[in-house]
């Protein structure tokens, strides 16, 4: 071979093994520095473990820092797949502790663990056996834990609700995450805290995720608004702690040896803006709303009780409600199906979700667009013959048979006269689209805000929606029935206390919210939230329109005519207010109604309260308000409970 040749072969050869060279430090460098945390991360996963303990979900006070929804220690059985023995003998020899101490079959337990397989969980807890045993029986399986591996006691906190079902819509429950939600949050971390983690112990994992397949998770109410909440643009978990853990490293007999311990952190405190006295009272009152007969319960109905200086919500009350423990729990034989079955649908949130005709409380309403809107003023008066007529059939009678005479507006709203409010669309022009504008102003037919899952925002019909809704022609007669809030007109007691405060702020439309502030633990380094609140709106109604319908809500209570004259008699306030009574066909009884604020100089509350099928609002409605008034300005005593004589009642 010539030299030129063989000197060429040797480059070629040279070029190949620097090539070679470079490949393989390149990995080198790719396998020991680039993705060393990686492979040393797996590395350790070979030879060690990690255990972890659930953390403490995070406690919902009332206003007053009472506890309302709180943790309770319980012992649960958990099982850790891997850990578990084959088939065989030694599996069978590890589930008999547990079937003993159950007092179970083998073959139950056995099946226990093959559903706690399918779950995928690292741990898991023994579904249908394990969720909650006693202390006996935690002690007797402990004492046979070196024969059962892959299977062990665990101290557990389970959510427990100590006033039972009191505020049971709005605080919501917890309990185990479904397929679905898990899905959505399963890679959410945590983050470390501004500053690092001072001088805890480190984190087991770099990246601890939030949620395991066998978390705890809020499905409704604060529980399910207060799960997460967004800090900045990001996920933040609150009512949700960090998981705690152990790290256990096993030697070549599969001894366990403690590495390292890290605590579990429990969940953010979450603060409500409701009074748990204030709450007890209102459901109270409205679970026995009839006066005359006070072992009668009430059908169905909410009250709802608003500082209108803030829109706190400070009691919110849904008749009738379960016990938010039975959800932890689980219930008994049929009394789920029961429950889900029940014509009186106790788990619906009447007060943000439950829709009826406002009836004559919304005449505070509609008052506004006939000053505003109309030629009638303060002085216009009509005379009420107890009916009147539109078209050519369509005859409608007063709740006043034998009419009112000649009224004029503050004795049309204290008396609740229908036939002024008809004859203000016949005669004056009042148009359908007028009470609507007036209606969506005061927040009508839209949500409040306040964040609660379920709420709905109601209807507020017109024309255009008639039409577009291929549901027929636009008559007159509809728009009679609009004035005085009924036809299709639907509202929330919510969206009627928010209105009533409305007028009690002279025009200021507050903005509803039940949490008030959220502090987590000092660990967290989050430190304390007040919940983002929207700011109160400003209404586009004149003073002196609002200041005559809050002379008319007055009189409703100090006039010899006023509908509310009789249930607000007495009171050591001044309140104004406002009844209805809204046909429930085909029921003979309407709903009743009440609204109020008080004191009427400088209002401080605004309440609503709806009893369905309870009758007129100033014989029903207006006795349950009256108590929570009552207890709003720390009275009680014989005012609370001292009635008319019966049928001495003004209707309306």
Known sequence: MEPKQLQARLMVLRGGLLVGLAVLVGRLWYLQIARWADYEQDAEANRTTVTWTPAPRGTIYDRNGEALADNQVVYQIQVTPLELPPEGPQFDAAVVPVARALKVSTVGVKAAIQEARKLGAPEAVLPGLGENIDRVQAIRLDEHRLEMPG???????????PFGSLAAHVI????????????????????????????RPQPLVREQKVYAQDSIYGQTGVESLCELVRINGRLVPALQGRRGG?????????????????????GASVYLTLDRRLQQVAEVALARPFPYNPSLECGGGAAVL?????GDVVAIASHPRLDLNQYVVGFKGDEWEKARTDARHPALNRALAGLYPPASTFKIITGCAILERTGVNLNTTYT?????????????????????GTVSFNEAVAQSCDVYFW???????????????????????????????????????????R?????????????????????????????????????????????????????WPDETGLGAMDWPAEPSRRLHVRAETLDAVRRGMRATVTSSHGTARLPMAGL?????????????????????????????????????VIVEHGGYGSEVAGYVARRILLAAFGQGGSSATSLPPKGTSNAG
């Open 151 to 161: 299977i062990r006691v665990v101290e557990a906190r389970r959510r427990h609700y």
């Open 172 to 199: 919501g429950y917890a309990r185990a995450i479904t397929p679905e939600q898990y899905h959505e949050v399963e890679d959410l971390v945590y983050e470390d805290p501004p500053g690092g983690l001072d001088n």
């Open 246 to 266: 152990d790290e256990l490293e096993r030697d070549a007999f599969n001894e366990p040896r403690l590495i390292r311990h890290l605590p579990p952190t429990r």
């Open 306 to 310: 608003i500082d209108v200086r803030t």
């Open 384 to 404: 009420c013959t107890g009916h009147e007529t539109f078209g050519r059939r369509e005859r409608k009678t007063c709740w006043k048979e034998a009419g009112h």
């Open 423 to 465: 004859d203000t669309v016949k005669y004056a022009g009042l148009s359908a689209e007028d009470i609507a504008e007036y209606a969506q102003d005061f927040g009508l037919g839209q949500l409040t805000g306040c964040g609660l899952l379920g709420e709905r925002q109601g209807v507020v019909p017109t024309p255009a929606l």
């Open 467 to 519: 039409k577009a809704a291929g549901k027929g022609r636009w008559y007159q007669g509809d728009t009679a029935n609009l004035v005085i809030g009924q036809g299709e007109l639907q509202v929330t007691p919510l969206q009627m206390a928010l209105a009533t405060a409305a007028v009690a702020n002279r025009g200021v439309l507050p903005r509803a919210r039940v949490v008030k502030k959220i502090v």
């Open 572 to 608: 050591p306030v001044s309140v104004a207010a406002k009844t209805g009574s809204a046909e429930a066909l085909p029921s003979p009884k309407p709903h009743s109604w009440f609204v109020w604020f008080a004191p009427y100089e400088q209002p401080k509350y605004a309440c609503a």
